[in-house]
């Protein structure tokens, strides 16, 4: 493993670990992207996947929020749908309509399409703008690797891009679920040792996206996306066992105390799910992440305010990472962002002297 500047603020790791902080740490999904004018600069000359493909240009908008805001974590700009594209699929991202795969995988025998990657070979420029930001981050703030989670990608692999009841995905796990675990338990496979790269890397810590576990219902999760999950877990932290994991099932209310139950170290919700419920739910088991409504960041900064004082009273001040329960969006102020992250500062710091 690369050697790395000292770390300045281990404020997330510490607690990710279930440590007791002197202040509540941020960060935001989707902190590097389109609502940033000096992102919108980079892209204004270079492709979406030419910026994540190249490691200065993926290393260079990483580091734009870190910059611009006094942000807890950075986050690697990359893309879920890097591991599709491993596994031997075209993934092209359309202006206005998001992914689309000219090409999907339409039924079982078109499984025999995938390759089976070398990680390092596939999806070494991930590897390389994980260490490149490393050492430009120079120990700042620590710095996240993420994945997307087994089904969620299948459900792009499948539909063919964006959808919002991703029923040709969801048809796969009736009528052909032998076909639909060899899926997933392909994607995997890849998705284990590309996080455990990240960490070799330099990413301290990692983030599993299930952006889609909320469209199957209880006994589904059970059956195809819960046992994956719960293995990437295992395996990831057999082989890093100092790296926090961290769970984002969105929309998957049902599936808390069962992801509480895991390996995974945080846990974190949407918008939709209720701090305090999910608090004394999960307990000691594992740190909570989230929860603000993103749309809370188009209302002014004093509205900002209160929300923030609202999330922090219903997670209370320790074992919480202050988060979106979603991503920034494409039309968000900057400085509505940075009011949020102020609002965390001073309110999670107030909270703790009392």
């Known amino acids: ?33 389109r609502y940033l004018p000096e992102y919108q600069a980079v892209r204004a000359e270079h492709s ?24 807890d974590a950075a986050i690697i700009f990359s893309d879920i749908l890097v591991v599709p594209q491993a596994l031997g699929l075209e993934v092209e991202m359309v202006s206005g309509k998001g992914p689309h795969f000219p090409d999907p ?88 040792d590309y996080l ?34 719960e293995q990437i877990a295992d395996r990831v932290k057999d082989a890093c066992p100092e790296v926090p994991l961290i769970v984002f099932a969105k929309g998957a209310h049902h599936a808390l105390d069962s992801l509480a139950d895991t390996a995974y170290d945080v846990i974190s919700l949407d918008w939709t799910m209720d701090p305090q419920a999910a608090s004394l739910l999960v307990g000691d088991r594992a740190v909570l992440q989230g929860n603000l409504d993103p749309c809370a960041l188009y209302a002014d900064p004093d509205a900002i305010d209160r929300e923030v004082q609202h999330m922090l009273a219903g997670f209370g001040p320790q074992r919480h990472i202050a988060n979106l329960g979603h991503g920034m969006h494409p039309t968000h102020d900057p400085e509505h962002a940075r009011a949020f992250i102020d ?6 710091e107030q909270m703790r002297a009392v």
Not at 24 to 33: D, E, L, N, S
Request: charged share 20%; net charge negative; proline share 8%.
């Open 105 to 192: 995988i339409a039924s079982p025998d078109d499984l025999d399409r995938l390759v089976t990657p070398d990680v390092d070979d596939a999806l070494g420029h991930v590897f390389a703008a994980l260490t490149r930001t490393r050492h430009d981050l120079d120990g700042r703030v620590p710095l996240i690797g993420f994945a997307g989670a087994p089904w969620t990608l299948m459900a792009y692999m499948i539909e063919g891009g964006g959808s919002k009841t991703y029923n040709a995905a969801r048809k796969w796990l009736y009528a052909h679920p032998d076909a639909a675990r060899r899926l997933l338990q392909t994607i995997t496979d890849v998705v284990v």
């Open 196 to 229: 455990i790269g990240q960490v070799e890397a330099g990413a301290q810590l990692l983030q599993v996206f299930d952006s889609w576990a909320g469209l199957l219902g209880p006994q589904m999760f059970r059956k195809f996306l819960f046992p994956f999950l």
């Open 1 to 33: 493993m690369p050697e790395f500047p000292p770390l300045q603020n281990d404020l997330i790791l510490r607690t990710a670990r279930g440590e007791a902080t002197e202040r509540t740490p941020v960060w935001m999904m989707r902190q590097a992207g």
């Open 343 to 348: 609002a965390v500062h001073r309110h999670s």
């Open 48 to 71: 979406f996947f030419e910026v994540v493909g190249t490691p200065e240009l993926a290393a260079t908008v990483t580091l734009q929020p870190i910059d611009r805001f006094p942000l």
